[in-house]
C-alpha cells in the first residue's frame, strides 16, 4: 500500500521550469538527487511515486543526470517515466556512479521510457572526438527493477575498421545497461552502437531475470552474462529478442570477437536454468565474429560451468559471411551437469561450400536436439565429448551441407563425411531427414513441399513449466498440434509451425536485416 504521506507524482524538468506535462511544482535533477527528498514524508519520492521526466536533460562529458538515493517496495516502486519527447542527452555520460540514470544498491524501481524516451550520448565514437567508458544506465545491484520502453543509443559509435584499443577504445566498457541483481525485466528497448550493449556481471544467487522483447544493433555484444568470481546465477531467460548487426566493431587485427550472447565465468561459479527461445539472429556480422551465441567450456580459462539449458524456436539466418567460422555460428561447449535441451530451431547458414560450423556442442552431459533445421551450412552439426542417446537426437532437417571436401558433420573430433556416416557414427538422426532443396522462404520457415512441414516430433510433453512456449512456434501466431498421433499430431520441423497462408492479424513478423 502507498504510503499516505509520500508523493504520487513527482515531475522533473531540465530547469525546474513548467513544460510539457511537468506542469505541478516541478523540480530541477538536485531535486531527485537529494537523498533528503526521498522517504515517506509528504512531498518526498517513495514507495508508489512516480517521478515524470520532461524536457531535454545535457550533461557534461563524464556526469550524470539522475541518480537514485532510496527505493521503492513490493508492489509499489518508484517509477521513472519519460514523458513524450524527454532525453537525457550528453557528449559521453560516464560509467558507474555517473551513467545517465544510476540505481546502483537500489531496488523495485522501474525506468519506462514511455512512447518515445530516450538515453543517448552525442559525441562519443571513432569520428566523435571522445573515446570515453560510458553507460546509460547503471544497476549495481539493483533488485525487483524493470527497464522498459527505453532507446539507448549511441553510447559508442564504432566504425567498421575504426579504432582499437590502441586507440583508448574497450568495447568491454561501452555498456547500455549495466546491471546485476535478482528478479529483473528488461524489456521492449531499443539499444544501438554500444560495445557490450547489456552486461550482467551476476552476483552469487541473483536469479529470476527475464530479457525480452528488446531490438539490439551495432554492438560487438548484444549480451554478456558472467562473474567475476565464485558465484552462481538461476532461472535466467532471454527471449523473443531480435538481434542483429555487428560488422561495425570489425577492426584490424580483430581485437574485438562478436557475439550476440557470450557466457562465460570462473572456477567455482555456476550457471543453472538459462533459457534461450524465440530469439531472431540476423544481418552483417563481419570477419572478427565468434558467433550467434557462444558459451564458454572447459577448454576456455573462463568456462561458463552451465548446468540445465534449453534453447527453442530461435531463428539465425547468416545470408552471406566473409570468413570461414570453424567455431561455430551457436557455440554451446559448456554443459557439466543436468540436461541440454534443443527443440524448433531455424539456422540457415551462409554456404555449403566451406568448413563454417553451424551448431557446434561440445563436452554437454546429456544432449536432447530435436525438430531443429539446419541448413546450407557446410558442416551443419558438431557433437563431441557429449552424452547422447539415439531417440534424443533425432527428427531433424538438414539441407544442403558437406560440399566442402566432405569436412561435414563432424562427431568426437573427426568428420563424418556425408549424413549417412553421421548416422552411424552418432548412432543417432536414424529418423532425420537431408534434403539438398529443403524448400524455405528467406526467413527460414517452410514453404509448400517442404520436408519440414509435418515431419517433425510432438513435442507437447515437453512445452510444460519454463517450456510451455514450446507450444506455439516462434511467431506465436500459430499453435502446435497437442495430439500426438499422426499425421496430423506431427509438428512442423524447425521455429516455424508454418502454413503457408499469411500469419493471422497481430501476430510478429521477424524483420530481416
Known amino acids: 500500500m502507498t504510503s499516505p504521506l509520500s508523493s504520487t507524482n513527482v515531475f522533473i524538468t531540465p530547469d525546474g521550469n513548467a513544460q510539457g506535462a511537468c506542469t505541478t511544482s516541478p523540480q530541477p535533477p538536485s531535486f531527485f538527487n537529494n537523498a533528503a527528498n526521498w522517504g515517506t514524508g509528504a512531498g518526498q519520492i517513495g514507495p508508489g511515486t512516480t517521478v515524470h521526466l520532461c524536457g531535454t536533460f545535457s550533461a557534461a562529458i563524464g556526469t550524470n543526470i539522475l541518480t537514485a538515493q532510496g527505493s521503492g517496495a513490493a508492489g509499489n516502486p518508484v517509477t521513472i517515466l519519460f514523458e513524450s519527447g524527454a532525453v537525457l542527452t550528453s557528449p559521453a555520460f560516464g560509467s558507474g556512479n555517473l551513467a545517465a540514470i544510476v540505481l546502483n544498491g537500489q531496488s523495485f524501481i522501474t525506468v519506462d521510457g514511455g512512447a518515445n524516451g530516450i538515453i543517448q550520448n552525442t559525441a562519443n565514437g571513432d569520428t ?172 576456455s580459462s573462463t568456462p561458463s560451468h552451465m548446468q540445465n539449458f534449453a534453447m527453442w524456436n530461435n531463428v539465425g539466418l547468416m545470408p552471406s559471411s566473409p570468413i570461414v567460422n570453424t567455431n561455430s555460428w551457436w557455440g554451446i561447449f559448456s554443459g557439466e551437469s543436468g540436461t541440454q535441451q534443443f527443440y524448433n530451431n531455424t539456422f540457415i547458414g551462409p554456404n555449403s561450400t566451406d568448413n563454417t560450423a553451424c551448431i557446434s556442442l561440445q563436452g554437454l552431459s546429456s544432449v536432447v536436439f530435436q525438430d531443429n533445421v539446419i541448413s546450407n551450412c557446410g558442416n551443419p552439426l558438431s557433437i563431441s565429448g557429449s552424452s547422447i542417446s539415439s531417440g534424443n537426437v533425432d527428427r531433424n532437417l538438414y539441407g544442403p551441407s558437406c560440399q566442402n571436401l566432405s569436412n561435414c558433420f563432424e562427431f568426437n573430433g573427426s568428420f563424418t563425411g556425408s549424413f549417412s556416416a553421421w548416422k552411424t557414427a552418432c548412432g543417432c538422426d536414424s529418423n532425420s531427414l537431408q534434403n539438398n532443396s529443403p524448400n524455405l522462404g528467406a526467413d527460414g520457415s517452410p514453404l509448400s513441399g517442404s520436408p519440414a512441414l509435418n515431419n517433425g516430433l510432438n513435442l507437447t510433453s515437453k512445452a510444460t513449466g519454463n517450456l510451455a512456449s514450446l507450444a506455439n512456434d516462434t511467431s506465436k501466431g500459430n499453435t502446435r498440434p497437442t495430439i500426438s498421433r499422426p499425421p496430423s499430431g506431427n509438428w512442423t520441423i524447425g521455429a516455424y509451425q508454418a502454413t503457408t497462408g499469411p500469419k493471422p492479424p497481430g501476430a510478429p513478423v521477424a524483420t530481416l536485416h
Request: aromatic letters at 14%; glycine letters at 10%.
Open 128 to 299: 566523435l572526438g571522445n573515446t570515453a567508458f560510458s553507460t546509460g544506465i547503471s544497476a549495481l545491484p539493483c533488485n525487483n527493477c524493470e527497464i522498459r520502453n527505453l532507446t539507448i543509443r549511441n553510447i559508442y559509435v564504432h566504425l567498421q575498421n575504426g579504432k582499437t584499443s590502441a586507440d583508448g577504445v574497450d568495447q568491454t566498457l561501452e555498456r547500455a545497461i549495466d546491471f546485476n541483481g535478482s528478479n529483473w525485466s528488461i524489456h521492449d528497448n531499443t539499444m544501438r552502437d554500444c560495445g557490450w550493449c547489456l552486461f550482467e556481471n551476476y552476483l552469487n544467487g541473483d536469479t529470476n531475470i527475464q530479457i525480452f522483447n528488446n531490438t539490439i544493433s551495432n554492438f560487438d555484444h548484444a549480451w554478456a552474462l558472467s562473474t567475476d568470481k565464485s558465484n552462481s546465477v538461476t532461472n535466467v531467460f532471454f527471449h523473443d529478442n531480435q538481434v542483429h548487426d555487428a560488422v561495425n566493431w570489425d577492426a584490424s587485427g580483430c581485437p574485438f570477437h562478436h557475439d550476440g550472447i557470450h557466457t562465460f565465468g570462473r572456477t567455482g561459479s555456476s550457471m543453472n536454468g538459462i533459457f534461450f527461445y524465440n530469439n531472431f539472429f540476423s544481418g552483417s556480422w563481419g570477419t572478427c565474429v565468434t558467433g550467434f551465441i557462444f558459451v564458454e567450456g572447459g577448454a
